[in-house]
Structures are given as structure tokens and as C-alpha cells.
Nanobody, 128 residues
Framework: QVQLVESGGGLAQAGDSVRLSCAHFGPTFNMYHMGWFRQPPGKGREFVAAITWNGDNTAYSDSVKGRFTISRDNNMKAVYLQMNSLKFEDTAVYYC?????????????????????WGPGTQVTVSS
């Protein structure tokens, strides 16, 4: 079984930078594509960024492209989301998710139904 635990959230001001971390507890972290999603207040969950199991490919939503960077460290069994130039509208609960890559299926990073495991989320609040 896999457990994911996010950290690094909190209160920030517009323009600040914050780095989120997601620790993976369980076997074979390097066989999972990893993604970040977020849920703004009163809205549904939305895709933010994703990275393939080997780190060769990344994907971003249009709203964060150029400001956020996803990365992973397979030795540390962690995935990160570097968030720069934060905006008020980035306020949300941020979730880390793992998508098993061992079945050889195509990578659909924006489809949350592809993901097998989810963390409990970490709140990021950006004041304007």
C-alpha cells in the first residue's frame, strides 16, 4: 500500500515563492507517475502539474505554466512543486497523487481518474 503525505503549505503573500513536498511511503516510488492537483475554495479539484516516473516528461495547467515547477527525487521518494510568483487565485488545498506506471498504459496526467493514491492535502493561502 502507498501513502502520500504533503507538506510545505501555509500562508503566503502574492508574489512569494513556496515549495510543496510530497513524501511517498511504500514500495517502488520510481514506478509511479506523480501529479499535483488543487481544490480552490468552493470549487472542484483541478490539475496543476505532473511528472513521469523517470522525470523525463512534465505537464502543467495553463494557469501555472511558467510559474510552477514539478520535480522528483527517486532516491528520496519525493515529489516537489516549486511555486513562484504566487497569486491570490492559487489559494487552494494542494493534493499529491500517484499513478502506477507499471501497467504500461499511456500517460494522461490531467485525468484524475488515472491516479491510484492520493495524499490528504496541504492548504496554501495567498493573500493579495
Amino acid at each position: 500500500q502507498v501513502q502520500l503525505v504533503e507538506s510545505g503549505g501555509g500562508l503566503a503573500q502574492a508574489g512569494d515563492s513556496v515549495r510543496l513536498s510530497c513524501a511517498h511511503f511504500g514500495p517502488t516510488f520510481n514506478m509511479y507517475h506523480m501529479g499535483w492537483f488543487r481544490q480552490p475554495p468552493g470549487k472542484g479539484r483541478e490539475f496543476v502539474a505532473a511528472i513521469t516516473w523517470n522525470g523525463d516528461n512534465t505537464a502543467y495547467s495553463d494557469s501555472v505554466k511558467g510559474r510552477f515547477t514539478i520535480s522528483r527525487d527517486n532516491n528520496m521518494k519525493a515529489v516537489y512543486l516549486q511555486m513562484n510568483s504566487l497569486k491570490f487565485e492559487d489559494t487552494a488545498v494542494y493534493y499529491c497523487a500517484a499513478d502506477w506506471a507499471g501497467d504500461g498504459t499511456s500517460w494522461y496526467p490531467r485525468n484524475e481518474n488515472q491516479y491510484d493514491f492520493w495524499g490528504p492535502g496541504t492548504q496554501v493561502t495567498v493573500s493579495s
